[in-house]
């Protein structure tokens, strides 16, 4: 099983930054597949990044451009670098782990879905404009 907790979320106005970053724990090596995905109110929980376990990434093209994913393998640790952040970027970010390609539900190949190995509680972020 593994364990994530995310952190970085807040406000900032249109244009601004903010880096999230997930610490994952337990069994990271039978879930290498890592994602950001995120919901706003009253929408469905949709991809935003991912880096898979053979270091592919993929973004959501609503973010190119925007968002960098990264990770530290040495620290377990995931990225979520926003720039340029739009109000339309406003919701909770949950960071995923799975053992499936997680790139695929990123970018539509795959179908969408709510069911990951793991993912942690969440951390808002709120862009006003």
């Known amino acids: 099983q593994v364990q994530l907790v995310e952190s970085g979320g807040g406000s900032v106005q249109t244009g601004g930054s903010l880096r999230l970053s997930c610490a994952a724990s337990?069994?990271?090596?039978?879930?290498?597949?890592m994602g950001w995905f995120r919901q706003a109110p009253g929408k469905e929980l949709e991809g935003v990044a991912a880096i898979d376990s053979d270091e592919s990434i993929t973004y959501a093209d609503f973010v190119k451009g925007r968002f960098t994913i990264s990770k530290d393998n040495a620290k377990n640790t995931l990225y979520l670098q926003m720039n340029n952040l739009k109000p339309e970027d406003t919701g909770m970010y949950y960071c995923?782990?799975?053992?499936?390609?997680?790139?695929?539900?990123?970018?539509?190949?795959?179908?969408?879905?709510?069911?990951?190995?793991?993912r942690g509680q969440g951390t808002q972020v709120t862009v006003s404009s």
């Open positions: 337990g069994d990271i090596d039978s879930n290498r597949c």
């Open positions: 995923v782990a799975d053992s499936i390609p997680l790139g695929l539900v990123v970018n539509g190949i795959a179908p969408p879905t709510t069911n990951f190995a793991a």
